[in-house]
């Protein structure tokens, strides 16, 4: 039995410490991409066609095609917080683009390109809520709600200590905790909690936003040609204007939100 779980568990992926991705994608013409499926704005799996949309969906297919060409595809890989990082080193995606903020610790572990979305880490409240900003929530029997593997659940720690956080297992998770009460405020990336906001008319992102979050796409050690491509095929599509016109398509009509401000 032992035997066979081991042979499982290595089905399905592939050596990453040897294979080149980059020499993989211009052979295949495609990329793999873990991307999220909760967050709307950035990554929302669409029922009616079971595609998922979004600013990272999009960013990954203009990357893709500036890379491999205008008939290159996009292939996507659902994760979340917790499993991206497992599945890109078991070999199952080349590369993920899921508002994953690049920090010293996660850098440790895999390769970030330049940034590509500067975030910030704010609050979701009920309208109405006595929670202004984050101080409001440094209160011993404060309970604020987080999602296990996001980086904003050790911000809150350091910027409301005495508050109690409950970690859920996804976005999905902690929005429903909200809205029953478990928490006074839900906590992640401004960008995150706006899309949110747009979903739920009945509750509020206050409190501007107390960190610096800037989002990087995640790539294997070692994977340094890929890295490269990444980062020269991001700043073309600055450049030619591409990335503008995403960050219009998906933040510009959101309210309380300044596009502008990420605008490159």
């Known amino acids: 039995m032992l035997g066979l779980g081991l042979i499982l568990t290595s089905c399905g992926t592939r050596d990453t410490s040897n294979a080149s991705v980059w020499q993989n994608a211009e052979k295949t ?5 873990g991307v999220k499926a909760d967050t709307k704005l950035f990554g929302l799996m669409d029922v009616k066609d079971s595609k998922i949309k979004g600013f990272d969906a999009d960013i990954a297919r203009a990357l893709t095609r500036q890379m491999l060409g205008k008939d290159a595809k996009a292939n996507f890989v659902q994760v979340s917080s ?6 890109l080193k078991n070999g199952n995606i080349d590369a993920i683009i899921a508002t994953m903020t690049i920090t010293p610790d996660r850098a440790k572990i895999v390769d970030f390109s330049d940034s590509y979305f500067d975030a910030g880490q704010s609050l979701l409240v009920k309208k109405g809520s006595p929670i202004k ?6 209160k011993p029997g404060t309970k604020v709600i987080g999602v296990v593997g996001a980086n904003s659940v050790e911000n809150i720690k350091k910027f409301a200590p005495k508050a109690k956080v409950l970690e859920l297992q996804d ?3 902690a929005l429903t905790a909200l809205k029953s009460n478990q928490g006074a405020a839900l906590t992640t990336d401004n960008g995150i909690l706006f899309g949110m906001a747009v979903e739920n008319p009945g509750y509020q992102v206050v409190g501007g936003t107390f960190t610096k979050e800037p989002y990087g796409i995640a790539i294997n050690k070692g994977q340094t ?5 990444v980062n020269k095929a991001l700043k073309e599509i ?3 204007g591409e990335y503008n016109q995403i960050i219009k398509k998906w933040f510009g009509n959101v309210s309380g939100f300044n596009y502008k401000e990420v605008e490159r």
Request: hydrophobic share 30%; glycine share 0%.
């Open 29 to 33: 013409k495609s990329i793999t991409w």
């Open 82 to 87: 917790q499993t991206r990082i497992p599945l």
């Open 133 to 138: 900003n984050v101080r409001d929530l440094n």
């Open 171 to 173: 976005y999905a998770q």
């Open 225 to 229: 040609d890929m890295k490269s491509h």
């Open 238 to 240: 600055v450049k030619s």
